[in-house]
């Protein structure tokens, strides 16, 4: 489908960056140590910028924290360690870290708004602008990231094309069922709460704190329905 354009180009570059990743896993210890620590810089900025997004951060607030519950109560970020231990078994990856680098890529490319908006426009209005852009950005960290991480980054390519390519096949029945403006007030709150788990995977990437950020996903349904009863109850908002 030419819809899901966008979305297949977003994993090619991906994979692609990852595949030119590959051959540089011979550098150094101490350059792959400051490529890890710009990255980790770059992503708590973007994070923080994201963060800024939300109009009413206390929607927000409760959503981590409700998210947070629900995560460590099934154990989301065990599962999606466990898939990467599969992976790492079907590849034969000798290295190790496969599952910890299919974790963190996943969140880096999935969390955040830019992918919703950019699978909205692929399918609302066949523009592919968004995710291209993205593809260009995901495709050049994939390099520093598998080079420092290893190969588990390549894995993240399918989860970003499920995620993206559902929103892009089901939005015009999205399209149909929710009005532009409670669509804005979504996008802006999930911008604000994926900042927030931006920042997490920055400090996670430092080495500051070990925080299981996939187990924080959750917040992102609860920040709609939050959003949704507002709407509806609040036509003011």
């Known amino acids: ?10 994993a090619l570059a991906i994979m692609a960056g990852s595949f030119i990743g590959l051959f540089w896993r011979n550098i150094n210890e101490d350059m792959k140590t400051t490529i890890i620590q710009g990255l980790s810089i ?5 994070g923080i910028d994201m963060a800024l997004e939300s109009n009413r951060i206390i929607i927000v607030v409760v959503s981590i ?7 460590e109560r099934w154990r989301i970020e065990e599962r999606m360690n466990r898939f990467g231990i599969w992976l790492e078994t079907k590849t034969g990856a000798k290295e190790g870290g496969v599952a910890a680098a299919f974790v963190t890529a996943t969140l880096v490319y999935v969390v955040g708004a830019v992918g919703i908006v950019g699978a909205l426009d692929s399918g609302l209005r066949g523009d592919h602008t968004v995710l291209f852009t993205k593809s260009l950005i995901d495709g050049i960290m994939s390099i520093f990231l598998t080079s420092a991480l290893g190969i588990g980054i390549i894995f993240s390519a399918v989860p970003v094309f499920l995620f993206q390519g559902s929103i892009t096949i089901f939005a015009a029945q999205i399209d149909r069922f ?10 802006i709150e999930i911008t604000g709460a994926g900042g927030i788990m931006i920042i997490a995977i920055g400090l996670r990437l430092l080495g500051i704190l070990n925080i299981r950020v996939a187990n924080l996903l959750p917040a992102i349904p609860i920040i709609m329905l939050i959003v949704a009863v507002l709407y509806y109850w609040t036509p003011a908002i």
């Open 42 to 46: 770059t992503v708590i900025v973007l």
């Open 65 to 71: 924290a409700l998210g947070a519950m629900l995560g």
């Open 1 to 10: 489908m030419l819809s899901l354009l966008g979305t297949a180009v977003n």
């Open 178 to 187: 929710i009005p532009p403006d409670l669509m804005d007030q979504f996008i």
